[in-house]
């Protein structure tokens, strides 16, 4: 571990910023005709700043947290309070709690534990194997495809559904990884999740909306909120947009 002087974000400079050096796969770093990627930005600056990011647009915007309002059509989702921005939905019904992570390629990841208590492979069969890329690079999963993820509320007070949502379950017979493989630096030293987190919410699914995470007043430990998590839909559900993103092929119209 180690502290940069200075960072330069756009015109932000962040001083003192907390780093951790430590090898990143090619998975991960290398893009074939841009440059490599030289890192990750971590937790510290989720809990200093509200982070939006729009993914087809590839903007990263900082604001000082309370200040953004909340746009015509978003969905404001409470994070739950924890070492991790986290916040609650349910597939087919039942609620799950997920860990808002960017660099997981998929819809959803689930642990083999959540995946059990879901009943996904009673209720849709042993799954195909497949590949998530994440920092630790790739790693075999199981995908199932679930019928709904629920989560949030609309302005009418209605919980926002998405249909067909790709689930990736790790450590569940697929080439043996484990939630460890796929989430290394999460959890408090033993590469797990924490407890009462079910899973990751991933940018295959963030990435169809503008996501904004802001800190709250008690997003670093403390007794206040703990932040939330708004989203702005940029187009109905597409299991295929992350593909799509990969190889740089224009979205269909719409």
């Given amino acids: 571990f180690t ?50 990011v ?62 059990r208590r879901l009943d996904l492979a009673g209720r849709y069969g042993p799954g195909r194997a497949g590949t998530a890329l994440s920092a630790a690079g790739p790693v075999t999963v199981t995908k199932r495809t679930v019928e709904t993820l629920s989560f949030g509320r609309t302005a009418d007070n209605s919980p926002v559904t998405l249909h067909h949502v790709e689930v990736d379950v790790v450590g569940d017979g697929h080439g043996g990884s484990t939630l460890a493989a796929l989430l290394p630096n999460m959890g408090a030293g033993t590469g797990a999740l924490p407890d009462g987190v079910d899973g990751v919410l991933g940018l295959g699914l963030l990435s169809q909306f503008r996501f904004t995470l802001e800190p709250g007043d008690g997003s670093a430990g403390g007794d206040g909120e703990a932040g939330r998590l708004v989203l702005l839909p940029l187009a109905g559900h597409d299991p295929a947009v992350w593909r799509r993103l990969l190889d740089q092929a224009p979205p269909p119209d719409r």
Wanted: proline letters at 12%.
């Fill in 3 to 52: 502290a940069l002087d200075g960072l330069d974000l756009g015109p932000v400079r962040l001083t003192g910023v907390p780093a951790a050096v430590m090898d990143l796969p090619d998975g991960v770093t290398k893009r074939a005709g841009r440059a490599d990627i030289a890192g990750l930005l971590g937790a510290t600056l989720f809990r200093s700043y509200g982070v939006t």
């Fill in 54 to 115: 729009d993914v087809p647009a590839g903007t990263l915007t900082l604001s000082a947290p309370g200040t953004l309002p909340v746009p015509p059509g978003a969905v404001v989702l409470p994070l739950v309070p924890g070492p991790l921005p986290a916040v609650t939905a349910a597939i087919d019904g039942v609620p799950v709690v997920l860990a808002v992570d960017t660099g997981a390629t998929g819809d959803i990841v689930l642990s083999r534990a959540a995946a």
